[in-house]
């Protein structure tokens, strides 16, 4: 076993005070609204005994396809199964996930690059805080980015089944990460003919097993309405990873390093699929690509100076990470710059608990009698509504009731209608502009709850018109999928790849 070295004992205790940051938040979990969507999708699986590619719950009675790939969900699913509450699950998840990542791209780097590489590379993004906060929030997109590390360092082991594997599972993971990882691999088999016979049995073997759900998913195109989100008026600039990652970029394709390819192809993809999503590139996902650049230029620097003056390098550069990390800040068109951002600052001096990336959605001591009145008066196939589609997606998940609105809107109902009339309560905001509840009792709304926040109606003309749909893949055949999968992963330690490994792994880079 690998001696750990001093850069490896500081990322780790970067990782454990990452832990730490999270497990101190568990109360004020999940951190945003997408979280009570994938428990609603998760809830919508348990009731029909499995994946099911109509989304059935939302939008209901009508509904709409299931387009977003499953393994949040599943991982859901089984938690409540084993006798976690839904809520707890998300939070248990959304504590978990942040470290889970990070040791993953630190245990990565370390075994392709170095100790030092990784080191940086985790300081880097770790302490940029609005990528901190994404890879909280986004739970999805960082279990795919944690499967695509791990394709990564397979292929670097030579162990291409299970890079094939992985890569496969992000395809089952997120819409958008995995092909910046399918892409990053493709271009090292575009652009080195000596490595291209291993990448494309990776990428096709992949793409194979992706295949039935990119079906799924290509059959109802039509549905998808991609918009520009309101987050476009809200991007944070790293200032180090975008000046060192350009300028690494720039460095490493003029040295024609071949190792770089991975880096350059994902850096690639990131800027074609979030073209529309600019935080997403420049204050989330994207900005792996910038942070691996900019931890391997520095790897380059530290290499061709002399020792002490390395050693000074890496405190300064350390230092500024760690306790600054100075940020751009677009904000309704206005740029402003923040000289202190660093994740390690915000949390030191309880700055994040007033940054809109921190304010939690829910609120106890109000939502949750909300949810017992909806309990109360409501079955388990009853439609519930809000003039807030926010609030509605959460008294789902909360409640396990179908709404007739729903989040991701990305992907549209299958018809429009007036959303209140197939909703037998209706949870009505105070703090939105549509407050006036003048003229319900004409639609036959008779208020059965108020407090400071809602009234809640019950629609004496509600019909049930409510249809569940059975699962397309049951829980029980998707076991079988994971323990054939677990199996393959143990076959492949004892497979001799011999054809593929002529001439691999890729060269690293020195120093």
Same mark, same amino acid.
């Given at each position: ?62 509904? @709409? ?25 998300? @939070? ?8 889970? +990542? ?13 100790? @030092? ?124 990873? *975008? ?14 390093? @071949?190792? +770089? ?67 751009? =800040?677009? =904000? ?84 429009? +209608? ?56 049951? +829980? ?6 994971? *323990? ?28």
């Amino acid at each position: 076993m690998k001696k750990l070295t001093r850069f490896d004992l500081a990322s780790l205790g970067l990782i454990t005070l990452i832990g730490i940051f999270s497990a101190i938040r568990f109360q004020y979990l999940p951190q945003f609204i997408d979280g009570y969507y994938h428990l609603s999708v998760a809830n919508g699986f348990i009731a029909s005994g499995g994946w099911v590619g109509w989304d059935w719950w939302s939008w209901a009675p009508f509904g @709409r396809p299931h387009l977003y790939p499953p393994f949040y969900h599943l991982l859901l699913s089984f938690m409540q199964f084993i006798g976690i509450s839904g809520l707890n699950s998300l @939070r248990i998840v959304e504590v978990l996930i942040t470290p889970l +990542f990070f040791f993953t791209l630190w245990y990565t780097c370390s075994k392709i690059f170095n100790s @030092r590489v990784s080191f940086f590379a985790i300081l880097a993004l770790s302490s940029f805080f609005s990528f901190y906060s994404a890879v909280s929030a986004n739970v999805p997109a960082s279990f795919a980015m944690i499967f695509g590390f791990l394709s990564w360092l397979f292929l670097d082991k030579k162990k291409f089944l299970r890079a094939a594997i992985c890569l496969t599972l992000t395809f089952y993971t997120h819409a958008a990460v995995c092909w910046m990882f399918f892409i990053s691999i493709l271009f090292v088999a575009i652009f080195d003919k000596d490595l291209r016979k291993q990448t494309l049995f990776v990428l096709l073997f992949s793409f194979v097993l992706a295949l039935p759900f990119l079906f799924h998913q290509i059959r109802y195109l039509d549905y998808l309405d991609i918009k520009v989100l309101g987050e476009v008026k809200f991007i944070h600039f790293s200032i180090f990873l *975008v000046l060192l990652g350009l300028a690494s970029c720039i460095y490493f394709i003029v040295k024609r390093e @071949r190792w +770089f390819l991975f880096v350059l192809g994902y850096f690639f993809a990131a800027v074609l699929l979030f073209a529309k999503y600019p935080y997403r590139f420049f204050s989330a996902q994207g900005m792996v690509a910038a942070g691996l650049a900019a931890a391997l230029l520095l790897e380059r620097i530290f290499s061709v100076i002399s020792r002490k003056k390395a050693n000074l390098l890496i405190v300064l550069v350390s230092f500024y990470l760690f306790f600054s990390h100075a940020t751009l =800040d677009l =904000d309704q068109g206005k740029l402003k710059f923040n000289g202190f951002n660093s994740t390690f600052y915000n949390f030191f001096t309880a700055r994040m608990y007033s940054l809109f990336e921190f304010k939690p959605l829910l609120v106890p001591k109000y939502y949750f009698p909300i949810s017992q009145v909806i309990k109360d008066n409501t079955s388990e196939s009853d439609i519930i509504y809000s003039n807030s589609s926010i609030a509605a997606q959460i008294f789902s998940a909360l409640t396990k009731r179908p709404s007739s609105d729903s989040m991701l809107w990305e992907v549209k109902p299958k018809k429009e +209608f007036k959303n209140y009339e197939y909703a037998k309560l209706i949870i009505w905001m105070k703090s939105f502009i549509t407050t006036n509840i003048t003229g319900k009792e004409d639609l036959r709304w008779r208020k059965i709850y108020e407090d400071d926040i809602a009234y809640v109606f019950l629609n004496e003309k509600y019909k049930p018109s409510l249809k569940m749909r059975t699962a397309a893949v049951s +829980f029980r055949f998707i076991t079988y999928i994971i *323990v054939t999968i677990a199996l393959v992963f143990v076959l492949d330690s004892f497979i001799d790849w011999s054809f593929l490994k002529d001439k691999w792994p890729l060269s690293k880079p020195q120093g």
